[in-house]
T-cell receptor, first 114, second 109 residues
Framework: KAGVTQTPRYLIKTRGQQVTLSCSPI?????VSWYQQTPGQGLQFLFE???????NKGNFPGRFSGRQFSNSRSEMNVSTLELGDSALYLC?????????????FGPGTRLLVL | QQPVQSPQAVILREGEDAVINCSSS?????VHWYRQKHGEAPVFLMI?????EQKGHEKISASFNEKKQQSSLYLTASQLSYSGTYFC??????????FGTGTSLTVIP
């Protein structure tokens, strides 16, 4: 099976702009989770989608949003970018997203906000 | 919510052993361990479910003490390829998943 794919891999934006990141899970996986990774904060959970519904949400401002399509592909949107949004954004997929399942990570999208 | 890992960093010589601890303030259903090499995505190592089980493969094993809400990762006879940052991930019954603070492990010849 193909692994989790994320596009784009690298992105440079300026403050105030918005950005959309895409994640395609492993075939058959219905759960997609998003994480933000920065040197100072480590891996922070953003949200999880399952069957097109946001099932869990981390502690991030409303500028961070996402959605999931019927084919389980997911997008994450960040509006009004701030310098502090510069990070590696990782998505992970799982069959059902249950606590006893393994999550498989994509290669990430590295976002730089200038 | 974020589990705390200790130590934050460790340097080993090839062949030495290491223990990485993960502690949560919340009741846990499962603990997941990942290793991330610089510039790469985290790679799954193992998952432990509540019940105090211990799992392992090759020279890496882990334990999970549900009552203490703690897990430990054991690396024996370390190899250069073990270098990286190790993260524990904890999940409660609500499927909310949180990664630990990370432990940087460096194995030197």
């Amino acid at each position: 099976k193909a692994g989790v794919t994320q596009t784009p891999r690298y992105l440079i934006k300026t403050r105030g702009q918005q950005v959309t990141l895409s994640c395609s899970p492993i075939s058959g996986h219905r759960s997609v989770s998003w994480y933000q990774q920065t040197p100072g904060q480590g891996l922070q959970f953003l949200f999880e989608y399952f069957s097109e519904t946001q099932r869990n949400k981390g502690n991030f401002p409303g500028r961070f949003s996402g959605r999931q399509f019927s084919n389980s592909r997911s997008e994450m949107n960040v509006s009004t970018l701030e310098l502090g949004d510069s990070a590696l954004y990782l998505c992970a997929s799982g069959p059902q997203g249950r606590a006893q399942e393994t999550q498989y990570f994509g290669p990430g999208t590295r976002l730089l906000v200038l | 919510q974020q589990p705390v890992q200790s130590p934050q960093a460790v340097i080993l010589r090839e062949g030495e052993d290491a223990v990485i601890n993960c502690s949560s303030s919340k009741a846990l259903y499962s603990v997941h361990w990942y290793r991330q090499k610089h510039g790469e995505a985290p790679v799954f190592l193992m998952i432990l479910l509540k019940g105090g089980e211990q799992k392992g493969h090759e020279k890496i094993s882990a334990s999970f003490n549900e009552k203490k809400q703690q897990s430990s990762l054991y690396l024996t006879a370390s190899q250069l390829s073990y270098s990286g940052t190790y993260f524990c991930g904890t999940a409660n019954t609500g499927n909310q998943f949180y990664f630990g603070t990370g432990t940087s492990l460096t194995v030197i010849p």
